[in-house]
């Protein structure tokens, strides 16, 4: 497993002067409240979903070590991360997925009991509207900012009216413009890659396998293999023919 690089770039940063790091501060601020998202400034770390370190059922500790299932290698190197205690922070950026991606991930991998059911609801219903599990509404129905009520309410609405469900949820009251404008920017944010390394960056096999990739050097192989057994078989026949060897 690869180390925390996330977590040696912090260290660097938290060596820096004060004065620096005040400036630091200021910049990133004022970059998060001109995207509408100063929400996150105020965000305790235990609701952020990148911080999140999954846990292990023992179904999922079982499956990374029998592999019985025969799942995707990624979903593999996945739980091996998490049996590696890693957060989502560190296995996005150690495996060159974005977020949405590692996401996807982590909502199969519950689903199928293989990691442990957040506490947290934030976490899931993150992880959920990340990876496009839930809806807006839904989003904000798993983690308790609207009821069930409300939700249908918004639905009823919603086929009688040509305006997008946030802004059906945002005109009832239930959530503020700045909810869904900090929320869809983040998902849009989440879809992008991020190398905070690039001498780390694999420049042969990547560690998360392409199946297409992987496809098509078994059919490149397979052509190869074609080519040399042609060639024998033409070696044979001339061999026979240079005999005169009839093989009617």
């Known amino acids: 497993m690869k180390k925390s690089i996330f977590g040696l770039f912090l260290a660097k940063i938290e060596e820096f002067p004060l004065w620096i790091k005040q400036i630091i501060f200021l910049k990133l601020s004022d970059d998060i409240k001109s995207q509408v998202c100063e929400k996150f400034l105020k965000e305790n770390s235990e609701d952020i979903f990148s911080l999140y ?133 983040f998902k849009e944010e989440s879809k992008k890659r991020f190398v905070l390394d690039y001498n780390t960056v694999p420049q042969g096999k990547s560690e998360f396998c392409n199946k297409e990739e992987q496809y098509k050097k078994e059919i490149e192989d397979l052509k190869r293999e074609n080519e040399i057994l042609k060639k024998r078989i033409s070696q044979l026949l001339e061999i026979v023919k240079n005999n005169g060897t009839d093989l009617s």
Not at 76 to 103: D, K, P, R
Not at 171 to 177: A, H, K, S, V
């Open 53 to 185: 370190k999954p846990t292990l059922t023992f179904k999922g500790s079982e499956e990374l070590k029998k592999r019985c299932s025969g799942l995707d290698l990624n979903i593999y190197n996945f739980l091996e991360y998490c049996e590696n205690n890693a957060s989502i922070l560190e296995i996005s950026l150690n495996t060159f997925l974005s977020m949405e991606e590692v996401a996807k991930y982590f909502i199969f991998c519950i689903e199928q009991n293989y990691i442990e059911k957040p506490e947290n609801i934030e976490i899931e219903a993150m992880a959920g509207f990340i990876a496009g599990k839930f809806r807006t509404g839904e989003y904000f129905r798993q983690k308790g900012v609207i009821t069930d009520e409300q939700l249908e309410k918004a639905v009823d609405i919603s086929e009688k009216s040509h305006k997008k469900f946030a802004e059906i949820l945002v005109d009832l009251g239930f959530i503020t413009r700045d909810d869904v404008s900090a929320m869809l920017a």
